[in-house]
């Protein structure tokens, strides 16, 4: 447990923590961090994303499995927005945030890398194809969704064309299409996006840092309940979840630890991008990322 929370859980979490750290001490600005992250969202992470997706082994995947992920997904997500707007009496937009909190986990960012380390390709298949998942479904419903909730009075025609020029899903889409159609990327252009992807993580995770050393981080009801409804309701649900059918164990083991991962960055990135309040998604993500460190050790 302390090996691998040394050789593999803290160096990716470290880039979170130094962003913080310079954050705090004003060594980095928000606008700095703003720009780093903007540079990440638009260039960055389609490349990283492209060849994910198009290089997908769909054959190998245990469908199954991804299905009561997804599942687990669903019905968190509705339990956690009827909480969130009901009970603790956030707005309508913000409360949909918390609970994309909830359930989308920062796996492209952060669990992936780290399965990576400790397991190597092939014994991370279950991760990649939560990150193919997540990054192919989850993550479009809530970039369109959100769009559509925050600008109900734009036309329709706007909306779709706002939406149909995110860059992130436009690799998503490309990826999803050249994957089914089989069709041979050049190896230079593959090449590339690799050399470019893989500063995304490390980027995106230092500038959240950054940016979310400008949040209070003190506990309110709001951030004890969806932060617990994320580390302990969510992979408890997906081990559970799991007892249905027959597959290789280290999928089940696999997938609960990404289940138990830290809130994604992206419900505050979106929060950002629409105007949201974030005094309660920042710190969501904060505590969840910090404490996560010792139950994805323990899982691992």
């Not at 298949?125 to 990054?135: H, K």
Request: net charge neutral; proline share 6%.
């Amino acid at each position: 447990m302390f090996q691998v929370l040394a050789h593999n859980i803290l160096p990716i979490f470290s880039m979170l923590a130094l962003g913080y750290l310079l954050g705090l001490t004003r060594k980095v600005s928000r606008e700095e961090a703003s720009a780093i992250n903007r540079v990440a969202f638009l260039v960055l992470q389609p490349a990283l994303i492209f060849p994910l997706i198009n290089g997908l082994s769909l054959a190998e995947f245990q469908f199954g499995a991804i299905a009561l992920y997804a599942a687990c997904q669903a019905t968190l997500f509705c339990v956690t927005f009827g909480i969130a707007h009901f009970i603790l009496k956030r707005d309508r937009l913000e409360s949909w945030l918390l609970a994309m909190a909830t359930i989308f986990v920062n796996t492209l960012l952060y669990i992936w890398p780290i399965s990576y380390l400790i397991y190597g390709e092939a014994a991370a298949l279950p991760i990649t194809s939560i990150v193919a998942w997540d990054t192919a479904f989850t993550f479009a419903f809530f970039i369109v969704t959100t769009d559509l909730m925050a600008n109900r009075q734009a036309t329709a025609l706007t909306s779709l064309k706002r939406v149909a020029t995110n860059p992130v899903l436009i690799a998503i889409a490309l990826g999803v299409v050249t994957n089914i159609l089989n069709v041979a990327v050049p190896v230079p252009l593959l090449t590339a996006m690799d050399f470019a992807g893989a500063a995304a993580p490390p980027l995106t995770l230092f500038a959240l840092g950054v940016i979310l050393s400008g949040h209070p981080l003190t506990p309110t009801p709001t951030i004890v309940t969806i932060s617990t409804l994320k580390l302990l309701v969510f992979p408890a649900m997906l081990w559970a979840a799991l007892h249905l059918g027959e597959r290789p164990p280290e999928w089940n083991t696999l997938m609960v630890l990404a289940a138990a991962g830290p809130a994604g960055a992206m419900s505050f990135a979106l929060a950002m991008l629409h105007g949201v309040r974030t005094d309660q998604i920042a710190p969501v993500i904060v505590w969840t990322s910090v404490l996560s460190i010792l139950s994805l050790a323990w899982l691992a």
